[in-house]
């Protein structure tokens, strides 16, 4: 999962004056620090400091780059300002400020009552920006929006409460229990949610203030946004944990609980999905330190 191209940005921010080449090793192989076992991290770190555009192209090994090499530079008169078109085959070229930390995207997902909230909230106090798939999701909705529009013509406009808002509970019943017409619908919205997000975070790259921007978000694997972001942490519970959880919380009935954890990724499912894997089966102290390690893996 390490390297997920699609969130390679796509210009270098102003701050950013060094990179990091990041490719995923698929045979062993040997170089100056040792052997690299199948499945390792090789990393390349490279200054941009007072470097003209034609001086950057040799700094990338050939068997990075190799002969498919897609690093176009471009300078201002200020500063040498690289502009990435796509990455070298094989590697993930990411961007890091001027301190040394690299410019990542985490994607952070997991079920009911797994604390991903809580890590998010976390992760925020540590520094990263976080952005809310939940809130972007009530944006998604709002009036003269695209998806509103869409989700009108789907659905009709008896989905449009008196003040022209779209009455959720109206739209709720809808699909409920139709998984035609649910799948229709998160046609109409993930996509929207993902545009908003994808622009905040280009927002945050481009500004080059905080090295981590993390995207929270429940629906990450069945929207498909895994390569929206760098690396995917999952956190995740035992279910019957879960359950207790659930209920001392919401108040939930039991056996709704339990439905709706039936009908979610098994932990499994989203451990093999995953870059770095959070268990909060322990209480608040064990997660905040699991948590402490793995931002203190991407920030070093």
Same mark, same amino acid.
């Given at each position: 999962?390490?390297?997920?191209?699609?969130?390679?940005?796509?210009?270098?921010?102003?701050?950013?004056?060094?990179?990091?080449?990041?490719?995923?090793?698929?045979?062993?192989?040997?170089?100056?620090?040792?052997?690299?076992?199948?499945?390792?991290?090789?990393?390349?770190? +490279?200054?941009?400091?007072?470097?003209?555009?034609?001086?950057?192209?040799?700094? !990338?090994?050939?068997?990075?780059? @190799?002969?498919?090499?897609?690093?176009?530079?471009?300078?201002?008169?200020?500063?040498?300002?690289?502009?990435?078109?796509?990455?070298?085959? %094989?590697?993930?070229? $990411?961007?890091?400020?001027?301190?040394?930390?690299?410019?990542?995207?985490?994607?952070?997902?997991? %079920?009911?009552?797994?604390?991903?909230?809580?890590?998010?909230? +976390?992760? @925020?106090?540590? @520094?990263?920006?976080?952005?809310?798939?939940?809130?972007?999701?009530? $944006?998604? +909705?709002?009036? %003269?929006?695209?998806?509103? %529009?869409?989700?009108?013509?789907?659905?009709?406009?008896?989905?449009?409460?008196?003040?022209?808002?779209?009455?959720?509970?109206?739209?709720?019943?809808?699909? !409920?229990?139709?998984?035609?017409?649910?799948?229709?619908?998160?046609?109409?919205?993930?996509?929207?949610?993902?545009?908003?997000?994808?622009?905040?975070?280009? *927002?945050?790259?481009?500004?080059?203030?905080?090295?981590?921007?993390?995207?929270?978000?429940?629906?990450? !694997?069945?929207?498909?946004?895994?390569?929206?972001?760098?690396?995917?942490?999952?956190?995740?519970?035992?279910?019957?944990?879960?359950?207790? *959880?659930?209920?001392? $919380?919401?108040?939930?009935?039991?056996?709704?609980?339990?439905?709706?954890?039936?009908?979610?990724?098994?932990?499994?499912?989203? $451990?093999?999905?995953?870059?770095?894997?959070?268990?909060?089966?322990?209480?608040?102290?064990?997660?905040?330190?699991?948590?402490?390690?793995?931002?203190?893996?991407?920030?070093?």
């Amino acid at each position: 999962m390490t390297g997920h191209t699609g969130a390679t940005p796509t210009t270098l921010p102003q701050d950013a004056w060094h990179a990091i080449v990041e490719r995923q090793i698929q045979h062993g192989v040997t170089n100056g620090a040792g052997h690299l076992k199948p499945g390792s991290v090789e990393l390349h770190k +490279y200054d941009f400091r007072h470097l003209e555009p034609l001086h950057l192209k040799p700094l !990338f090994p050939a068997h990075i780059l @190799g002969k498919a090499s897609s690093l176009i530079e471009h300078s201002t008169p200020a500063r040498t300002s690289p502009v990435w078109q796509t990455p070298p085959t %094989g590697a993930t070229i $990411r961007p890091v400020l001027a301190t040394g930390s690299p410019l990542i995207t985490i994607g952070l997902t997991g %079920g009911i009552a797994s604390g991903k909230s809580t890590a998010a909230r +976390y992760l @925020g106090s540590k @520094g990263a920006h976080v952005i809310d798939a939940d809130l972007l999701g009530h $944006r998604a +909705y709002e009036p %003269g929006t695209r998806a509103f %529009g869409e989700v009108v013509k789907a659905f009709g406009e008896s989905v449009v409460d008196a003040d022209g808002n779209i009455d959720r509970k109206a739209l709720g019943a809808q699909v !409920f229990g139709k998984p035609e017409k649910l799948q229709e619908l998160t046609g109409i919205v993930w996509p929207e949610i993902r545009r908003m997000a994808e622009a905040e975070i280009e *927002r945050e790259r481009a500004a080059g203030k905080v090295a981590v921007t993390v995207l929270e978000a429940a629906v990450l !694997f069945e929207a498909g946004w895994e390569d929206a972001v760098d690396q995917v942490w999952v956190v995740v519970v035992e279910p019957q944990t879960a359950v207790a *959880r659930a209920m001392s $919380r919401d108040g939930s009935n039991e056996a709704a609980v339990k439905s709706r954890i039936s009908a979610q990724l098994s932990n499994d499912e989203r $451990r093999a999905k995953s870059d770095v894997v959070i268990d909060n089966s322990g209480d608040e102290a064990a997660l905040l330190k699991q948590l402490d390690a793995a931002w203190e893996r991407v920030t070093a």
